[in-house]
C-alpha cells in the first residue's frame, strides 16, 4: 500500500477571536495556493484509491480541494485524523488494507509522529510538515516493517509542478 499524507492549507491563525480552533477554516490564500499544490500534486502521485479526512473545517476543505484536483474520488471522514494519536490513524488506515493507495489529510504534529513511526524513526521533529505539504510512504505487507519515503515535498515545490 502507498500512503499519501497531506497536511491542510493554510488556515484561520489559532486563537482569533470568535473562531475556536476546531472551527477554523482555511483562509483565502490557503484554499488559492492548495489549488495549484493539490494540481502538482495529481501531476505526481497516482489517484488515490480512499481520501480520508480529519473532520475538521481546515483539513476538509483541504481534502475537497485535493478530490477536485485527483477527479472521482470523495473524500470520507475519519475522526482518528483530528487526533493526537499515531495508533488509531494506523488502526484506520489498517483496515483499507486491500486499497493500493490511500491519501490522508490531518494535522501536525501527528502527521510527523505518524511518519517518523512509518519509517522506523523516533524523531519526528527532523520531518515537519509545512500547511498544505505532503509525503509519499510505500508501506510494506508486514506491518512491523519499516516504510520507504518515496518523497516528502514542500508546498512550493507542488505549487512549481502544478503551475507548470
Same mark, same amino acid.
Given at each position: 500500500? *502507498?500512503?499519501l499524507?497531506?497536511?491542510? %492549507?493554510?488556515?484561520?491563525?489559532?486563537?482569533?477571536p470568535?473562531?475556536?480552533?476546531?472551527?477554523?477554516?482555511?483562509?483565502? &490564500?490557503? *484554499?488559492m495556493?492548495?489549488?495549484? /499544490?493539490?494540481? $502538482?500534486? !495529481? &501531476?505526481?502521485?497516482d489517484?488515490?484509491?480512499?481520501?480520508?479526512?480529519? #473532520?475538521?473545517?481546515?483539513a *476538509?476543505?483541504?481534502?475537497?480541494?485535493?478530490? =477536485? %484536483?485527483?477527479?472521482?474520488?470523495?473524500?470520507?471522514?475519519? #475522526?482518528?485524523?483530528?487526533?493526537?494519536?499515531?495508533?488509531?490513524?494506523?488502526?484506520?488506515?489498517?483496515?483499507? %488494507?486491500? !486499497?493500493p493507495?490511500?491519501?490522508?489529510?490531518?494535522?501536525?504534529?501527528?502527521?510527523?509522529?505518524? =511518519? /517518523?513511526?512509518?519509517?522506523?524513526?523516533?524523531? #519526528?521533529?527532523?520531518?515537519?510538515?509545512?500547511? $498544505? $505539504? %505532503?509525503?509519499?510512504?510505500d508501506?510494506?505487507?508486514?506491518?512491523?516493517? !519499516?516504510?520507504?519515503?518515496?518523497?516528502?515535498? &514542500? #508546498?512550493?515545490?507542488?505549487?512549481?509542478?502544478?503551475?507548470?
Open positions: 500500500m *502507498k500512503l499524507i497531506i497536511r491542510h %492549507a493554510a488556515a484561520v491563525p489559532r486563537g482569533t470568535g473562531i475556536p480552533d476546531d472551527e477554523r477554516p482555511l483562509t483565502p &490564500r490557503g *484554499k495556493k492548495f489549488r495549484l /499544490a493539490a494540481k $502538482g500534486l !495529481a &501531476r505526481i502521485v489517484r488515490p484509491d480512499v481520501l480520508l479526512t480529519s #473532520p475538521l473545517p481546515r *476538509k476543505s483541504t481534502a475537497e480541494i485535493a478530490a =477536485l %484536483a485527483f477527479k472521482r474520488v470523495e473524500p470520507r471522514i475519519e #475522526p482518528a485524523l483530528a487526533g493526537e494519536s499515531v495508533e488509531n490513524i494506523l488502526t484506520a488506515v489498517r483496515r483499507l %488494507a486491500p !486499497a493507495m490511500v491519501a490522508i489529510v490531518g494535522h501536525e504534529p501527528v502527521l510527523s509522529a505518524l =511518519l /517518523a513511526h512509518l519509517l522506523g524513526s523516533r524523531q #519526528p521533529e527532523h520531518l515537519p510538515f509545512k500547511k $498544505g $505539504g %505532503a509525503a509519499l510512504v508501506l510494506p505487507y508486514d506491518p512491523g516493517a !519499516a516504510g520507504t519515503l518515496v518523497w516528502f515535498i &514542500r #508546498p512550493r515545490i507542488l505549487r512549481s509542478l502544478g503551475d507548470s
